[in-house]
């Protein structure tokens, strides 16, 4: 699985954006997608993740109420949308696949998308 991460960029707090990860493959449905995080010395953050196998979503607190993580299996793609918007939001995302339902490791990292908010 090859994933492609976009959608990142320059926002105002209070602003929204919607990520993209798009995945290549035929078995883009087993795969639980995870949404990542990262500052330049922090540890990577969970965000989110979405197993279509189990019908589960999950969102790290910091963002629960404002993220939202949906997917359309036909278009290969799952998508972040991130509104109510904060400095602190400010991070290189990524995106990862796994094959467990929570994985504790991902097997496939895609390369990642910027976001910068403004206060």
């Known amino acids: 699985v090859q994933l492609q991460a976009s959608g990142g960029g320059l926002v105002q707090a209070g602003g929204s954006l919607r990520l993209s990860c798009a995945a290549s493959?035929?078995?883009?449905?087993?795969?639980?997608i995870g949404w990542f995080r990262q500052t330049p010395g922090k540890e990577r953050e969970f965000v989110a993740l979405?197993?279509?196998?189990?019908?589960?979503?999950d969102y790290a607190d910091s963002v629960k109420g404002r993220f939202t993580i949906s997917r359309d299996n036909a278009k290969n793609t799952v998508y972040l949308q991130m509104n109510s918007l904060k400095p602190e939001d400010t991070a290189v995302y990524y995106c990862?696949?796994?094959?467990?339902?929570?994985?504790?490791?991902?097997?496939?990292w895609g390369q990642g998308t910027q976001v910068t908010v403004s206060s």
């Open positions: 979405n197993s279509w196998r189990a019908d589960i979503t």
């Open positions: 990862a696949a796994g094959l467990q339902v929570r994985p504790r490791e991902y097997d496939y």
């Open positions: 493959g035929r078995t883009f449905s087993v795969y639980t």
